[in-house]
């Protein structure tokens, strides 16, 4: 698969996650995907929330890795 399906595959697999993430104030923007690596911003809420890191792991790698096995982790960009 290449970087760029992976990367149409993430915006799908993200949509419902940034929902979640707007009823909180928060959201998260696709910055880039590179070799299964999913890079996000936090924004909002989010952005400056002490929980972001458990919020990016917990939540938004946890179901990028269930609905896309090629994720092989999510990491937040400023």
């Known amino acids: 698969m290449t970087d760029q399906e992976l990367k149409d595959r993430v915006v799908e697999a993200l949509a419902p996650i940034k ?3 707007k ?4 959201d998260c923007e696709l910055v880039d995907v590179v070799k299964g690596i999913v890079k996000v911003k936090l924004t909002g809420a989010c952005g400056h ?8 792991k917990m939540g938004v790698e ?4 269930k609905v896309i096995p090629e ?3 999510v ?3 400023s």
């Open 75 to 77: 990491e937040a960009v």
């Open 49 to 56: 929330c002490p929980g972001a890191r458990m919020t990016l």
């Open 23 to 26: 009823t909180h104030g928060g």
């Open 71 to 73: 994720v092989e982790a």
């Open 19 to 21: 929902e979640q993430l």
């Open 62 to 65: 946890a179901r990028l890795k």
